[in-house]
């Protein structure tokens, strides 16, 4: 099992160009979220994903678009990327909704943003 | 709405000295509480959590959490730092009710072992 993956690993932008980071996980898990992490900020949630089609906004979602076209996969889209996005971005999936069950996390994407 | 509070961005400690990684929540129900420690350039991997019953907690390479319900903590604690415990530690709290399923996280405590 590979669990969580993404990609790219690292990734430099200039602003206004766009790009999509794919996240994929192969344990048959519901529920996939997207987070960035920012230094001294900890995690903040994106979006997230409760089961394939669906979406919904987490706590900083403006500027981002998702999809989950496929169970096992998760997309998060920067449309026109500005500096305040150059972040650490996670997947993360989870089997069930219950909250007490963990999160998988992934190894990350460094973006920077020009 | 949930909040963490991780008392201390950043913690040194020596070589087997004891570890101690402070987290307290606000909630008016006590909530799942976790731990998750992230290695340099990795992503989060789970320490242990507290759902409900025994309040101390064992978890990986030696850590134990106590959950204090009257001090709303949820404090991390290794007897003896090893080397390879420098890393960055997030305490994260969820709700217990039915449909919840999102974490809270901490803003980290940044742990160094000083040889």
């Known amino acids: 099992n590979a669990g969580v993956t993404q990609t790219p690993k690292f990734r430099v932008l200039k602003t206004g160009q766009s790009m999509t980071l794919l996240c994929a996980q192969d344990?048959?898990?519901?529920?996939m979220y997207w987070y960035r992490q920012d230094p001294g900020m900890g995690l903040r949630l994106i979006h997230y994903s409760v089961g394939e089609g669906t979406t919904a906004k987490g706590e900083v979602p403006d500027g981002y678009n998702v999809s989950r076209l496929k169970k096992q996969n998760f997309l998060l889209g920067l449309e026109s990327a500005a500096p305040s996005q150059t972040s650490v971005y996670f997947c993360a999936s989870s089997r069930t909704g219950t909250s007490y069950n963990e999160q998988f996390f992934g190894p990350g994407t460094r973006l920077t943003v020009l | 709405a949930q909040s963490v509070t991780q008392l201390g961005s950043h913690v040194s400690v020596s070589e087997g000295a004891l570890v101690l990684l402070r987290c307290n929540y606000s909630s008016s129900v006590p909530p799942y509480l976790f731990w998750y420690v992230q290695y340099p350039n990795q992503g989060l991997q789970l320490l242990l959590k507290y759902t409900t019953g025994a309040t101390l907690v064992k978890g990986i390479n030696g850590f134990e959490a106590e959950f204090k319900k009257s001090e709303t903590s949820f404090h991390l604690t290794k007897p003896s730092a090893h080397m390879s415990d420098a890393a960055e530690y997030f305490c994260a709290v969820s709700d217990t009710g039915a449909g919840s399923y999102q974490l809270t996280f901490g803003k980290g405590t940044k742990l160094s072992v000083i040889p």
């Open positions: 344990m048959n898990h519901e529920y």
